[in-house]
């Protein structure tokens, strides 16, 4: 039911639908330069939650915080040649510094592997250094023609881990771990069942042997690549001449990975659960978990208390808790709280104060129901958080699988990714040749060969030659 | 006593007993552009236990944290013309973007106030959204040409507070409040003792009414300014058009503060407090707060065994423990982390094990002593943090107190700034000719004018004028 007349509703226009939200829940705001935007204090609170669950997670796993400089300089950037020339066009590009012009370019990181690559060498002697395993998290800068707030964005934040081992074993190990964070980021947190699977060749990070991708699919159809993970082999160390003596007391070159997620996430979350009322967010990123609303506490003075006392335990408990005493009508709030996605609102009105309960109401699926004014609602406001976020989950897997259509012709891919039906689940024959028409004739690409293959038919029905995987075609943000 | 070989004694380079304790900490490490360098994690995770005490007291005190853009272009940064020419010959400057010469060159960020300012000109309507309080975490680009690592960089971490009020008074205790905060910083956490007072006209922050300091006094008498906090006035304000209708229906420009510390702290940390076997740190910030060193663990099956129970029940207290079961020497060990600067170290050994009882160090003031084995020892190592930062701060504060010197006459002040004996706590008129001759002749500047006014005489010593104020004057990092 939509009741928030002050946006555009998302079957009429979902782009319009999505910026609105961006600007009316306060997530960020346009600056002077195209694709640079402000984040917010509610948006950024949002990366906050996001950056405390993965930091810990990363942390757990034996991961240290290290930051590398802003500004790569050229000669560096240069020395993997399909790393530059995948990166280089969309760079900005320092070339002035302290009043002068610079003998040497300086680029703003579009990441960070060649910063990393160097400081290994430098720092990388023996065996026993091995593994070496850093997150950065920072900003990073990539010139884009068509900007949208989060989604694709000139500068965007996120983190970037680097890791070097002694195996290649251990290294090709190390980037599925680290996908599977992302897949329980999402799960867990986000409330966003993701499609995991390695890249195509085509698809594939500039410089990476294999890439690994959690992959959100929107409400239009469209899928949103939401964070990959690459082993690299030992491409980038060959090149960055990155050495360690053996037990063995020979030299070797070590195995790398790279792994990041971005502040995307918050576009997806957006999309993923948002609805004509506004943004949905899962309890717990939710800058407010629990918002508690007093009707005409000028009536009883037991609004006023009661509202207090809940908001206490609440807190008690660990949940974020708005109390909003303000004078504006209860009808304002509603609508505000619901622009911004609040999980959980508590109605603290005196009617229901005589019957000794409190109306609460569930963001995400507009369930009410009352709870006794006893000692266990703070318990139950808690054990809400789980609740809702199973519930948002649910209903995105839901939706996530019954738009996975397998299609057996040229015809039905056409269908499904014209139409925006989801994934088109097809057996491919792993030429390029096929992806290169997909993307031509439908604009769409194949977004992963998912990790559980469950092949369906023989031949590959673009080509009509032999099919070797099953892969996930779609258009994509 | 000096038990570490392998850095340069303090009373013989002070620069390169720093830079040394940098690199073999492991601090952080060179890159290949001057003034940036890479926060290994040791020094990194300081940084992030100082980040994690600053932002619950921001947090606490009603402040929400954002993101503003990396660039800014060269028409915003203009509008407030001190500010500019503060800044603008120490910036880099972007000129390419995505492959193409910019129309409008792009300055990285030197500090962000013109970025607050324009989002503040947009956002703020009505006097119900005073005040507002705003943090940014960031890194910062600022062209120098002598550079030292966490002292002066072309590139540091940050943070800056921007803060906007209803009136002069409320922002006026907001600047003074954060000062306030950064102090106890420094005595809670950091046990530096800092001098809190404002700078004179000459030396305050380009585009600030009022700005006020935490300097520290290192070890060879000269100050180094670890913190300020500014009182802009309305001066941004009006430049930046920002103004709100006030509840008596008239347009009014808001008063503002801004306010930061970055990784320059990490520095005044390693001068303050190290020594010449390396760096000593303050337990609360310090990333290893206990390490536990096993002795000849192959006499006694019981040496691991009681290592690794000191290590959870410490654990279990929050401590940051390292048990270090290496087959290094136990002599390799002590020298190792001495460097690393771990506030306590235990030994677990065979022989203290038959009486029952370890050995502990404490690496600021190498006190030794023995611990009975008993429930008690998890709880006796956390009181040692809160007891090892009281007697780091009063032994800084031992040192200060006793290099403040009254000087009376030109060469009583050109004596102390000279033979770096501390801060030369002089009468001054006022008059920036002073400030400029002192400059000039003793390349010292006044450091602050201190809150505590206790004049000692009427006249200025260097212009024979009447004295207006008590100042400390100092050479500075």
Sequence with gaps: MKKNDSITPREEDMGKWYSEICLKAELMAYTKVKGFIVYRPYGYAIWENIQKWLDAEFKKTGHQNVYMPLLIPESLLKKEAEHISGFAPECAVVTEGGGKELDEKLYVRPTSETLFCDHFHDILSSYRDLPLKYNQWCSVVRWEKTTRPFLRGSEFLWQEGHTLHRTEAEAREEALK??????????????????????????????????????ALMPDGQALQSGTSHYFGQGFASHYDIKFLD??????????????????LIGSL?????????????????????????????????VMEVSRHLKETM?????????????????????????KGVPLRIDVGPRDLKDNKVMYVRRFDEKKDFWPLDEQIAQRAFDQMEEITKGMYDKANRYLLSHIIEVHTWDELADVIKNGKGYAKMMWCGDEDCEIKIKQELNATSRCIPFDQVPFMDTDPVCGKKAKYVVLFDRAY
């Design 270 to 302: 957006i999309m993923e659960h948002g609805d004509d009322n506004g943004l949905v967010l899962p309890p717990f990123i939710a800058p407010i978990q629990v918002v508690i609303i007093p009707i005409r506490p000028g009536d009883d003075p037991k």
């Design 247 to 264: 037990e063995d007391n020979t030299l070797k070159v070590p195995y790398q990975t790279s792994w990041g997620v971005s502040t995307r």
């Design 178 to 215: 680290m996908l599977e964070i992302y897949n329980r980021l999402g799960r867990e947190v986000l409330a966003i069942p993701f499609m995991t699977g390695r890249k195509t060749n085509r698809e594939k990070f500039a410089g990476a042997e294999e890439t690994y991708t959690v992959e």
């Design 315 to 339: 807190e008690a408990k660990g949940l974020r808790v708005l109390l909003d005493d303000t004078d504006k009508t209860p009808g304002w709030k509603y609508a505000q709280y619901e622009m």
